[in-house]
């Protein structure tokens, strides 16, 4: 596996670090919305690579080696040897229709030589852990699946996914890896502390959590704020729930809020939280936030293959809540991941509306959010 690292700005177009000669598999991209807008953006890399598949989504910063960028984008050229891949991609219109469309781009990537799926989904309109159950139905548990969900900062208003076209709203993308030369590692971890007594969900409908200990969920969260209830939901992107799970010893599942309802005083958030849940808020600091970067890069390595042959690309998707608690110093868990990888592991990811990877507790792959979520990617050639 060969990688080629891209970057683009205005009005300069495409400047890259080494040529793999146009003769690239595969090709990911992440960068600002208005950046992706511009279809010479997209234009140019299927010029480039005429023969790859060109994957990525919109997102309010992204990552690329140490830096975090706010505009332009950012790309991964990589040449894999002995490794085949292949595209799905489903319209999604609204979150109830989650399932049925990870059902259908299952449907499209399976066969028995699968490894492992990437996705990219829009960042909005879907409901991430029904999206990640209907993949499971049609895959079943032992194809991994990593990614994350399209993000516009703490804007939440539209998240572009491309799929060898045009980035687009209301749009997922899928890439299978095939074959038994392609090799991953997965890492999760998040760094939030529990506050505040916990709360049983006493009304929930999949992902809209109306009540909590009998009382509407969004006045609760308004008590919590104070001052910072006016500018919900977005502050309460450093305020997430966590699903106190009694049988794990581990990391609790965490949910991000994507917007709230007035009228019934209820709150929507990236996946489902169970009926009758125990759950608490939560709050990051900047040392346990970055600290926990350090911790995913590590879990990553854990069982990654010793074979490999070329480069090896680390995948990092962070949530947009992590980006607005450290601010100015977001860069420290980006240092942190760098840290605990490998010297020649190149670096790309976005912070997103949600991560998907497997999750320690129970191995299952599921919707994560206020994490740094780590999928390493490389090639040992047979």
Known sequence: MRIEQLTWNDPGGWVSDRMLQGNANLVLYFGANEALRQAAVWQDLARQFPTALIVGCGTGSHIQGGEIRDGGVAAVAIRYAATSLKLARAAIEAAGASFACGANLAAQLLQADLAGVLVLSDGVAVNGSRLIAGMASVLGSKVPLSGGLAGDGAAFRETLVGGNDQPRP?????????????????????????????????????????????????????????????????????????????????????????????????????????????????????????????????????????????????????????????????????????????????????????????????????????????????????
């Open 170 to 382: 209301q749009r997922v993308a899928a890439v299978g890896f095939y074959g038994t030369a392609v090799r991953f590692g997965y890492g999760s971890a998040g760094g939030w502390d529990a506050f505040g007594p916990p709360r049983q969900v006493t009304r929930v409908r999949d992902n809209v959590l109306y009540e909590l200990d009998g009382k509407p969920a969004l006045d609760l969260y308004a008590h919590y704020l104070g001052d910072e209830a006016a500018g919900l939901p977005a502050t309460a992107l450093v305020y997430p729930l966590t699903i106190v799970d009694p049988s794990c010893t581990g990391d609790g599942l965490v949910r991000t809020v994507l917007g709230v309802d007035q009228q019934s005083r209820s709150m929507i958030f990236a996946a489902d939280i169970p009926a009758h849940a125990t759950v608490q808020l939560m709050r990051g600091t900047l040392q346990r936030v970055t600290d926990g970067a350090g911790e995913a890069a590590r879990r990553a390595q854990i069982g990654f293959a010793s074979d490999i042959a070329g480069d090896t690309l680390a995948l990092l998707i962070s949530c947009v809540g992590r980006r607005l608690l450290l601010g100015q110093r977001t860069e420290e868990e980006i240092d942190a991941v760098g840290e605990a990888l490998p010297v020649r592991c190149a670096r790309l990811g976005f912070y997103s509306h949600g991560e998907i990877a497997p999750y320690a507790a129970t191995g299952g792959c599921v919707l994560h959010n206020q994490t740094m979520s780590i999928t390493l990617m490389a090639e040992a050639v047979e």
